[in-house]
């Protein structure tokens, strides 16, 4: 088969796919605000932004030194550090150490301040290091879990969990370890039903416990 009629029948695939494709349902992003954040980061450029809560829709300041921008998920996200430290007390955790996540299309302004900081190379926040331990970008401390997996395809959870090595491996079910970010791990975890059990740690045994318990008064 000629290059060119190689190339027809790809272009006919793309057009196929096009054809039935959906935007997301939320706002784009500003491709001026994507530019100012880049910029700011590169520049270490303290940042004033105007944000919009994902839970009472509330607007809210926030003084940050962005430190990583990411995609996942259909997405863009700022990873920064809030420099108010009575806002940072204020969080689940206090004075939590790692980056905040804001979803970029929430941000409904940002200014730059003049101000600078300094992060030492050593502690850079890692992009990729972060996306391959978060899921769903759910902020939260870094934690190690052990769960066993009785699906066909470990390889499909290896590629979800780039960090998660298999432990122990027997004809119907493989024992995973994995070291994650945050709270998005759950929602992955409950979305393969019985197709997975956490053995560790024992709060998010409880939790997933607490939550299927939630989903089956519901039906």
Not at 77 to 93: C, G, N, P, Q
């Amino acid at each position: 088969m000629c290059l060119r009629k190689k190339k027809a029948n790809i272009e006919w695939f793309i057009s196929n796919e096009l054809f039935h494709y959906h935007d997301p349902a939320h706002a784009t992003v500003d491709p001026d605000n994507l530019w100012m954040v880049a910029q700011a980061i590169r520049n270490q450029s303290v940042l004033e932004i105007e944000y919009q809560k994902l839970k009472d829709r509330q607007i809210v300041k926030r003084m940050v030194e962005p430190v990583g921008l990411m995609f996942s998920e259909y997405y863009f996200y700022l990873m920064a550090v809030i420099t108010d430290h009575s806002t940072r007390e204020a969080f689940h955790k206090k004075n939590d150490p790692y980056p905040t996540i804001y979803r970029l299309d929430r941000i409904h302004s940002i200014k730059e301040t003049g101000e600078k900081f300094s992060v030492p190379y050593k502690d850079r926040f890692k992009e990729g290091e972060y996306k391959n331990r978060t899921q769903f970008m759910f902020g939260g401390e870094p934690q190690k879990i052990s769960f066993n997996y009785y699906g066909p395809s470990v390889e499909a959870v290896l590629d979800k969990f780039p960090m998660a090595k298999v432990v122990d491996e027997k004809e119907d079910v493989c024992s995973i370890e994995a070291e994650v970010f945050g709270t998005g791990v759950k929602m992955w975890l409950l979305s393969q039903g019985s197709k997975v059990k956490v053995t560790a740690p024992e709060m998010l045994v409880q939790e997933m416990k607490q939550e299927i318990e939630r989903m089956n008064g519901q039906y």
